[in-house]
């Protein structure tokens, strides 16, 4: 037999989160709207989440450095923690920057994992040095990776950090929207 799930979105962003500037410290850039909390023993096995949202990117031109963009859970890295994105050298401003973060529960406890996959396509991006362009849109996809996630917490939520590696002025993203979905 068959069962039918349907997706069922948790939180959602109806106005855009802060921005971040001349820092190079992992910091929330979640608008609020979308902070929605996860009740305890509420992730199981087998339960698939997806957080996809769109930024607006810039950067400079001179040493415009790295950009991480991290997946949290209640103020622990999920997933992210050493995987930068390389920032064009050519300045651009509000370049748009679309990321999706897949996370599929392995276990629920103290001690559970889950498994998360990140893909972000965007404009100015370059990956491994690759000649980039704000007209021509790169997608990077990266490896999952099997993250520790505590599901008896209380008052738990998911959020998204943004991390530059060059304290600029320059250097800026805002989250404008941001959806956080249970897919079965």
């Not at 921005?19 to 709207?33: E, G, K, Q, R």
């Not at 980039?132 to 993250?147: E, N």
Request: aromatic share 6%.
């Amino acid at each position: 037999m068959t069962v039918i799930h349907w997706p069922e979105a948790i939180g959602w962003a109806g106005k855009a989160g802060p921005a971040l500037t001349t820092s190079t410290a992992s910091t929330d850039i979640t608008p609020t709207d979308a902070k929605t909390i996860v009740g305890s023993c509420s992730l199981h096995q087998g339960q698939v989440i997806r957080i996809v949202g769109a930024a607006q990117l810039s950067n400079i031109v001179t040493t415009p450095g790295n950009f991480g963009l991290h997946l949290m859970y209640n103020a622990a890295i999920v997933w992210g923690a050493s995987n930068l994105m390389l920032l064009s050298t050519t300045a651009n401003t509000t370049l748009p920057l679309w990321f999706e973060f897949l996370i599929i529960m392995n276990s629920s406890g103290t001690a559970a994992t889950a498994s998360v996959t990140r893909r972000c396509t965007g404009k100015g991006l370059s990956l491994l040095n690759v000649a980039t362009s704000t007209t021509v849109v790169t997608t990077l996809v990266d490896q999952g990776t099997t993250s520790a996630i505590d599901t008896t917490l209380n008052a738990a939520f998911f959020s998204v950090n943004g991390q530059f590696s060059v304290s600029n002025a320059g250097n800026n993203i805002t989250v404008q929207q941001l959806l956080v979905e249970v897919i079965n």
